[in-house]
């Protein structure tokens, strides 16, 4: 699954003395508990685009998986 691009980009806020990755994880930790989870379009990022399938601008930017209903490129029958 990738990563939310908005959780990555604001746990890069607070990890500038500290592991990047550890701060995401903490970040999404956090976001979970309190019942606060990013929308699709949010997790895809800024240069998402449109899924072929359900519409949404919820293509994630780096991978192109539909982080609203799962498409991915090229798989049989999409």
Same mark, same amino acid.
Not at 24 to 44: F, H, I, N, S, V
């Given at each position: 699954m990738p990563s939310c691009e908005? &959780?990555? #980009? %604001? #746990? *890069? +806020? =607070? =990890?500038? $003395?500290?592991?990047? *990755? =550890?701060? $995401? @994880?903490?970040?999404? %930790?956090r976001r979970d508990r309190e019942g606060r989870q990013c929308t699709p379009e949010q997790q895809a990022g800024p240069e998402?685009? *449109? +899924?072929?399938? &359900?519409? @949404?601008?919820a293509c994630h930017q780096w991978c192109h998986i539909c982080m609203a209903c799962g498409y991915k490129p090229g798989e049989a029958g999409l």
């Amino acid at each position: 699954m990738p990563s939310c691009e908005k &959780c990555w #980009s %604001d #746990s *890069a +806020c =607070s =990890s500038q $003395y500290n592991d990047h *990755a =550890s701060e $995401y @994880r903490k970040l999404m %930790d956090r976001r979970d508990r309190e019942g606060r989870q990013c929308t699709p379009e949010q997790q895809a990022g800024p240069e998402a685009t *449109a +899924c072929p399938k &359900c519409g @949404r601008v919820a293509c994630h930017q780096w991978c192109h998986i539909c982080m609203a209903c799962g498409y991915k490129p090229g798989e049989a029958g999409l």
